[in-house]
């Protein structure tokens, strides 16, 4: 079946850092692929997205690319802000059919002044 | 606009008992998912609806059912509470079915319950 594997947290970076979380899947077919991110007492927001293979998400500085060769979709972030403290998590859904996300066990970043 | 709103926000509950958790999905959704979160299984989905009719279930034994209402509410029962159901319960909307990539699923903030 389809799955996805995350980093183990928790991350811990200074502010200004580069991030780095990385995700790899596995999926019969070709994918799309999600970040979501959970900030404490809330739900899941949408991050960024990527549909197809070399696509590449991005929003508030996040960014990730769809690599359909190593089956990888890393989330990276040039400049990390103590705001951006959460846990993230990378989710697939099938293109065809009923689009279930398919959720990793998700990454707990902690950012420090 | 107003987003998904999921009541009660936290619960606790008695091994045994029943509980009903609801979800008002965002205006003009007609697609509602229920998710499980726990510590150890991570996120998990239940089931989804889409004009009142389920479309789809998760993994879940029948103690776990749905519904939706003509005007997209859902509501999520389950019955004989064990310790193990201990866990945040999201709720989903989206403007059609089986959607995330099509149509992208908005969150709500959850509902925490405790068995004791």
């Known amino acids: 079946g389809n799955s996805v594997t995350q980093m183990e947290g928790p991350v811990t970076l200074s502010e200004e850092a580069f991030l780095t979380i990385n995700c790899t899947y596995t999926?019969?077919?070709?994918?799309?692929l999600f970040w979501y991110v959970q900030y404490p007492g809330e739900g899941l927001q949408l991050l960024l997205k990527?549909?197809?293979?070399?696509d590449k998400g991005s929003n508030k500085g996040f960014e990730a690319t769809y690599r359909k060769e190593t089956t990888s979709f890393h989330l990276e972030k040039g400049s990390v802000q103590v705001s951006d403290s959460a846990v993230y998590f990378c989710?697939?859904?099938?293109?065809?059919?009923?689009?279930?996300?398919?959720f990793g066990t998700g990454t707990r970043l902690l950012v420090s002044p | 606009k107003a987003g998904v709103t999921q009541t009660p926000r936290y619960l606790i509950k008695t091994r045994g008992q029943q509980v009903t958790l609801s979800c008002s999905p965002i205006?003009?959704?007609?697609?509602v998912s229920w998710y499980q979160q726990t510590p150890g299984q991570g996120l998990q989905f239940l089931f989804e609806?889409?004009?009142?009719?389920?479309?789809n279930k998760g993994n879940f034994p029948g103690r776990f059912s749905g519904r939706q209402f003509s005007n997209s509410r859902s509501e999520m029962n389950v019955s004989t509470l064990e310790l193990g159901d201990s866990a945040l319960y999201l709720c989903?909307?989206?403007?059609?079915?089986?959607?995330?990539?099509?149509?992208?699923?908005?969150f709500g903030s959850g509902t925490r319950l405790t068995v004791v």
């Open positions: 989903a909307s989206s403007l059609g079915p089986g959607g995330a990539r099509d149509y992208g699923y908005t």
């Open positions: 999926a019969t077919g070709y994918p799309s």
């Open positions: 990527a549909t197809k293979a070399d």
């Open positions: 989710a697939l859904s099938e293109n065809t059919g009923f689009q279930k996300l398919v």
């Open positions: 205006s003009g959704h007609r697609s």
């Open positions: 609806y889409f004009s009142e009719t389920q479309r």
